[in-house]
């Protein structure tokens, strides 16, 4: 499974884009799926309050991080448990060898989040995203 959908939605703005309410993620599982751009990601709250926006399947077998468990300020696979934090990356494999640090060469795509007001926007653009929030129009749905 890949989180590349096969579509020839438009490129990203280099502009911040509105992808959800805050409200979107209230609640006692604060874990929503989102196609952006053609990509299919997982926009969730950590434990700490954070925001992570990171591709939607584990590049393991496949299985959909929506339906992870949120822990660790991460989120762990439904089907083998490896775990990744908000920026993607993996920090957890548990079937793996105690010395093994394989872990450390898998990295999911993420995308910075911010809020602002009562929404939350993302940045998919080429380099470093504005200081301010820019909103352009998002090629975007929540995947309810």
């Known amino acids: 499974m890949t989180d590349q959908l096969d579509t ?5 703005p280099n ?5 959800a309410d805050i409200v979107d993620l209230a609640g006692r599982r604060p874990v ?13 709250r950590d434990d700490q309050g954070e925001l992570g926006l990171i591709g939607r399947h584990c590049p393991h077998r496949g299985a959909d991080l929506v339906f992870g468990r949120r822990e660790d300020n991460g ?3 439904p089907f ?8 993607g990356q993996c920090v957890e494999q548990p079937a793996e060898p105690e010395d093994s640090t394989m872990y450390k060469t898998i990295k999911l795509p993420s995308f910075p989040v911010r809020e602002q007001g009562e929404a939350i926007f993302a940045y998919m653009g080429e380099g ?3 200081a301010d929030t820019v909103v352009a129009d998002a090629a975007h749905s929540l995947d309810n």
Not at 15 to 19: Q, Y
Not at 32 to 44: A, D, E, K, N
């Open 75 to 77: 989120l762990r696979c």
């Open 8 to 12: 020839e939605d438009a490129a990203a």
């Open 128 to 130: 470093e995203p504005p």
């Open 32 to 44: 929503i799926p989102i196609t952006l751009y053609g990509r299919r990601l997982v926009l969730f």
């Open 15 to 19: 502009a911040w884009v509105k992808i």
């Open 80 to 87: 083998h448990g490896w775990h990744f934090d908000r920026t």
